[in-house]
């Protein structure tokens, strides 16, 4: 029982970050979505310092995935913001914790949709 739990542990410790906006631009362009697993098995997500340290994960996940669509045109740029943005409100979705979310929510000044951090 031990080994399942520790099994459970870890495949819960990790969120994926992917670019579900680039899926339209890599079907154009031949170039495979990137994704990025951020584990969080070592961090104390009831503690603010460990959430703190999540959410910076999932946002340099966020901007390294993403990296690709960064150029110097103000659209290029655009689309690199709008897929930053929306692989760390995903990620944030798959984790699902409240004080994540909450840190997300302060973050970005956005209020709480439903879809966002159901369990307590």
Known sequence: M???????????????IMIPALQGVAGESGAPVKKQIVRYADLDLSAPA???????RLKGAA???CSQLDGFSLMEHARYRACVAEAVEDAV????SPALTEAYLADTGRKPVSRIARRQ
């Open 93 to 96: 979705l798959a984790v699902d």
């Open 2 to 16: 031990k080994a399942l739990k520790s099994k459970m542990v870890s495949v819960m410790g990790a969120a994926l």
């Open 50 to 56: 460990g959430v703190q340290m999540l959410y910076g």
């Open 63 to 65: 901007r390294s995935v």
